[in-house]
């Protein structure tokens, strides 16, 4: 009787052992697959953050090139610079644009796209943008939009 007694408590003994081996075992994977889950969600963060980044750049570049033609050409009918406007909206997808020409006196010129005539400036864009000319723009973000500005300069002054 009493050798059944300990064989009971020893098998109790156990399988509460192997019970705490599993809690443990369990609460370990868990706390892997959550560090490997943020892990993931970092690298696809940072991904999308370069795609987003390289993408700005290449809208500033496109700008500045538009800026630069404007301003060789002296540009001022209203078929150029819906031909200029067509190159930044020939990649549009899932993205919304807008481009907006502007005189010297922050009037529009010539505007296209979903958002154009929705930017944020004020009539002093025109003081604002002086500083830089030349090949240089503005970059202004908010929570789900990004104003890019390029003056049009000839002689390190805006026209």
Same mark, same amino acid.
Do not use: H, W
């Given at each position: +009787? #009493? ?5 009971? %408590?020893?098998? %109790? ?9 599993? &809690?443990?075992?369990? $609460? =370990?994977?868990?706390?892997? +697959?959550?560090? /490997? ?8 963060? $940072? %991904?999308?953050? =370069?795609?987003?980044?390289? !993408? ?6 496109? +700008?500045? $090139?538009?800026?630069? &033609? ?10 150029? !610079? ?14 919304? #644009? *807008? ?8 009037? =529009? ?7 154009? *005539?929705?930017?944020? !400036?004020? =009539?002093?864009?025109?003081?604002? &943008?002086?500083?830089?000319?030349? *090949?240089?723009?503005?970059?202004? /973000?908010?929570?789900? $939009? ?14």
């Amino acid at each position: +009787m #009493k050798s059944n007694i300990i064989i009971i %408590a020893v098998l %109790a003994v156990i399988i509460m052992a192997l019970i705490s081996a599993d &809690i443990f075992f369990q $609460r =370990t994977l868990q706390m892997e +697959m959550a560090e /490997q889950f943020n892990k993931q969600q970092l690298l696809l963060a $940072r %991904a999308e953050a =370069t795609n987003i980044q390289d !993408y700005v750049g290449k809208v500033k570049d496109d +700008m500045l $090139r538009i800026a630069k &033609i404007v301003s060789i050409f002296q540009i001022s009918k209203e078929p150029l !610079y819906a031909f200029l406007a067509s190159g930044v909206f020939k990649d549009v997808e899932t993205i919304k #644009k *807008g481009i907006e020409f502007l005189d010297g006196e922050g009037k =529009t010129l010539f505007s296209q796209g979903s958002i154009a *005539g929705e930017s944020p !400036y004020d =009539t002093d864009l025109v003081e604002t &943008i002086k500083k830089f000319c030349p *090949g240089d723009v503005q970059i202004t /973000q908010y929570k789900k $939009r990004v104003y890019i500005a390029a003056p049009v300069c000839r002689n390190d002054s805006v026209v």
